[in-house]
């Protein structure tokens, strides 16, 4: 095990990750970045992984915070992270089956959801790496479609929002999922790697409502130049 501790860009918060675990990476950066909040607000984040969402959004907006996360090596990291940054007033971590959600918070109360769902479904067994950390937080072996469109369902309120990156190749799957839970997509921003890619993951937002028209599609977010370094683009999006 190798335990390191590392800035997040563009927030005043660091995290504790480890080598051998799944780490966050800049799909997580660059979703903390789109989600915005009110300091009265309620949050929760589901698959928190090591933290990095929740604890960027509790500090920058002072809300009140839940996380959740099935992986005990993971939850300990997060709460590891919770206590250096003097966050444990503002955020709970709770080390369950995000299915186990309602006997911790209550039916309607919660104004924002984020999550960085797994990417890949249970079939994608040709993806499945040696580390169980990683299979469980890239694949849907214990959370899908259905449970994040259920569980956001049950907790937000009305016109709540949930704030969701993921992959582009299962888009529309994931829209109709969404929408049988009263979850429309309301906006969407493509992220591509460079100018000449294909987009490989989409910033996405959604409101509980039975109001399905609406949609706002933002400018393409480009990541980096012909030469590896960051975009004058991204380097807004982050520290703007």
């Known amino acids: 095990m190798t335990k390191t501790l590392e ?24 979703l903390a970045h789109w ?4 300091t009265q ?33 993971l939850a300990k990291l997060a709460q590891e992270s919770i206590n250096y940054n003097h966050l444990d007033a503002k955020v709970q ?3 369950t089956n ?9 039916h309607d109360s919660v104004d924002v959801i984020t999550c ?18 990683q299979n469980i937080a890239r694949h849907e ?30 888009l529309l799957e994931l829209s109709q999922v969404l929408q049988k839970y009263h979850l429309p997509i309301k906006e969407l921003l493509f992220i591509h790697p460079h100018q000449q890619d294909l987009a490989n993951l989409v910033l996405i937002k959604c409101r509980k409502s039975m109001r399905t028209n609406g949609l706002k599609v933002w400018p393409d977010l480009i990541l980096y130049n012909e030469d590896a370094t960051y975009t004058n683009q991204l380097r807004e999006f982050v520290h703007g």
Do not use: M, W
């Open 141 to 170: 072996l214990y959370f899908d479609q259905e449970l994040l469109g259920q569980t956001a369902n049950s907790l937000l309120k009305d016109n709540g929002s949930l704030y969701l990156v993921y992959r582009p190749d299962r």
């Open 93 to 95: 971590l709770i080390n």
């Open 116 to 133: 960085n769902p797994p990417y890949f479904s249970a079939r994608a067994h040709f993806k499945l790496s040696k580390s169980t950390s």
């Open 7 to 30: 800035q997040v860009p563009g927030f005043s918060v660091s995290i504790f990750q480890d080598t051998q675990l799944f780490r966050s990476s800049i799909d997580s950066v660059l």
């Open 41 to 73: 607000q309620q949050l929760v984040d589901l698959c928190s992984g090591s933290g990095i969402i929740g604890l960027c959004l509790a500090q920058k907006f002072q809300v009140t915070t839940h996380l959740f996360e099935i992986q005990e090596s």
């Open 98 to 106: 995000i299915n186990k959600v309602l006997d911790y918070l209550t």
């Open 35 to 38: 989600v915005h909040l009110k």
